[in-house]
Antibody, heavy 117, light 107 residues
Framework: EVQLLESGGGLVQPGGSLRLSCAASGFTFSSYAMSWVRQAPGKGLEWVSG????????YYADSMKGRFTISRDNSKNTVYLQMNSLRADDTAVYYC??????????WGQGTLVTVSS | DIQMTQSPSSLSASVGDRVTITCRAS??????LNWYQQKPGKAPKLLIY???SLQSGVPSRFSGSGSGTDFTLTIGSLQPEDFASYYC?????????FGQGTKVEIK
């Protein structure tokens, strides 16, 4: 059974940083691209970032470029999202997601990031 | 970036109704169109991938169709557990954009 367990969310001040982690199990981690998707309170889904299975290719939504960095450690079956220069509009539940045939077939339970002073 | 526009934003329907949700892409996206269902407080769930392929375990009352820039999710006979929000997503290119969502409510 695929499991994705996010951690690292919490309350951070505007301009601060946070690193999210997602521990994966139940599949051959290095064979799959991974993504982060977020959802602001009461709003829709927003794709944040993606990374290829070997980590060589990374992708970002325009509003996250230069502020967020996605990475992975295939020896630890973990994907990360480093978030810098956080703003109030980054407040959201952040989901870790596994890609399969260019769709997201597995999601974590989400971790809440709140940016507020 | 490719914009995905869903309609309607919300709808009210009764159990047993046939429900159709549409999604339009701002440019051609080949077959890279997926549909997700999300219930309050829960992570989304993949329903349909590649326009019309049903994800394992998803009831056959869900179906997808379309081509080019215009796509449709149909629920053949709405069941009580289908009241939820539905999102389309294009994975033709990055960023992998989602539609704004359609909330299906009980009439």
């Amino acid at each position: 059974e695929v499991q994705l367990l996010e951690s690292g969310g919490g309350l951070v001040q505007p301009g601060g940083s946070l690193r999210l982690s997602c521990a994966a199990s139940g599949f051959t981690f290095s064979s799959y691209a991974m993504s982060w998707v977020r959802q602001a309170p009461g709003k829709g889904l927003e794709w944040v970032s993606g990374i290829s299975g070997n980590g060589a290719s990374t992708y970002y939504a325009d509003s996250m470029k230069g502020r967020f960095t996605i990475s992975r450690d295939n020896s630890k079956n973990t994907v990360y999202l480093q978030m810098n220069s956080l703003r109030a509009d980054d407040t959201a539940v952040y989901y870790c997601a596994k890609e399969w045939v260019r769709a997201i077939d597995s999601w974590g339970q989400g971790t809440l990031v709140t940016v507020s002073s | 970036d490719i914009q995905m526009t869903q309609s309607p934003s919300s709808l009210s329907a009764s159990v047993g109704d046939r429900v159709t949700i549409t999604c339009r892409a701002s440019q051609g996206i080949s077959t890279y169109l997926n549909w997700y269902q999300q219930k309050p407080g829960k992570a989304p769930k993949l329903l349909i991938y590649g326009i019309s392929s049903l994800q394992s375990g998803v009831p056959s009352r869900f179906s997808g169709s379309g081509s080019g820039t215009d796509f449709t999710l149909t629920i053949g006979s709405l069941q009580p557990e289908d009241f939820a929000s539905y999102y389309c997503q294009q994975t033709y290119t990055t960023p992998r954009t989602f539609g704004q969502g359609t909330k299906v409510e009980i009439k």
